[in-house]
């Protein structure tokens, strides 16, 4: 009769237990994050942007707007004047303005800073959906309702 210590049936149960767990936590973080993009129908940035995101384990929802709606839609998640883009995006809580690479969109979503959102204002050379040979320092910004800005992260 072969018999099995107390030891060993405990060290094999909190395996597996660890193993189920792991496996857990990596479906849930494999789980996309919804993103709805709000752009017009003449942005070819906007879509390189788009495929950045989806490359980077997000959900993308694109929406071709009229610029008086996309305007609106700037107007209502309080991005100031200077912080505008070609395209806004909904993550979450939070609007998301402009070229901000897939990897701050994550962070703004783990630090949950208060503020309504980030933005890389303008379009800088090398940003994501703007690459070509030259690329450009930039800053991602947090920004308020009263126009209030810090950086989260340069580039």
């Excluded at 897939?102 to 994501?128: F, N, W, Y």
Aim: proline content about 6%; overall charge neutral; hydrophobic content about 40%.
């Amino acid at each position: 009769m072969l018999l099995v210590s107390p030891a060993r049936i405990f060290t094999r149960v909190l395996l597996l237990v660890s193993i189920t767990a792991v496996a857990a936590m990596a479906q849930k973080a494999e789980k996309p994050v919804p993103v709805t993009v709000y752009k017009t129908a003449t942005c070819g940035c906007c879509a390189k942007w788009n495929d950045h995101l989806s490359a980077n384990g997000f959900d993308v929802t694109s929406k071709d707007v009229e610029y008086d709606a996309l305007e609106t839609i700037k107007d209502q998640h309080s991005v100031p004047d200077s912080m505008r883009s070609c395209h806004t995006a909904i993550v979450g809580d939070y609007v998301v303005e402009g070229h901000v690479p897939a990897d701050v969109v994550r962070k703004l979503l783990q630090e949950r800073p208060k503020v309504p959102g980030i933005a890389v204002p303008g379009m800088p050379m090398g940003s994501p959906g703007m690459e070509g040979f030259r690329k450009d320092a930039y800053d991602v910004l947090t920004f308020d309702a009263q126009g209030k800005t810090s950086v989260f992260a340069s580039r």
